[in-house]
């Protein structure tokens, strides 16, 4: 996460935005600032990504769970992502960054995020997400589905979106994984 004046501007506000349930939406309204474009002047493909992180805490933190899975010594971490860009983003436009939790599989979270210019979508990514403990290892959907109070067998992911992550999932990291190239 390198968007840390964005990170400060949505944790100053955050106490102004209403409180969510994990199933809503979240929104946070943004603008492009300078340091979000690239040399063509829109902003950064790569910003997108960093941006989606504050659509994450926000949502986790105005539902109450943030705190929750600090207190365990629970923390996220991204496993795969993916986003498609419609339009450009350019200097000083205002947008809406939109996050939801599209649902679970037997061990992921998956979150759909869209930037959005009035009711339009400019980009959408989807995150497959993970929790990771700090004394080691990682959290369970059950340990997670505890400590959130959600019931996740209700609550499954598309399966062409479980199906995606199963595609472009890497060996586990006590795999070995060479970097070798098949043409």
């Known amino acids: 996460m390198n968007k840390w004046l964005h990170m400060l501007w949505v944790m100053l506000t955050m106490r102004r935005r209403s409180p969510l349930t994990i199933r809503d939406v979240g929104r ?36 109450g769970i943030w705190q929750e899975f600090k207190r365990r010594g629970w923390y996220p971490v991204v496993a795969a992502q993916t986003i498609t860009y419609r339009k450009s983003l350019n200097p000083g436009q205002r947008y809406t960054l939109e996050t939801a939790i599209a649902g679970f599989s037997d061990r992921d979270v998956f979150v759909e995020q869209r930037f959005v210019v009035g009711d ?46 199963d595609d472009v999932a890497l060996p586990s990291t006590r795999a070995e994984a060479p970097s070798e190239w098949a043409r």
């Open 28 to 63: 946070i309204q943004l603008r492009v600032t300078p340091d979000d474009l690239d040399v063509l002047r829109h902003m950064n493909n790569g910003v997108y990504l960093s941006l989606m992180d504050l659509g994450r805490v926000d949502l986790l933190t105005r539902a």
């Open 120 to 165: 339009e979508i400019y980009a959408r990514g989807f995150v497959r997400g993970r929790f990771l403990k700090r004394s080691g290892g990682s959290v369970s959907i059950g340990e997670i589905a505890d400590a959130s109070g959600v019931d996740i067998t209700e609550w499954r992911a598309p399966e062409w979106l479980v199906r995606w992550a």
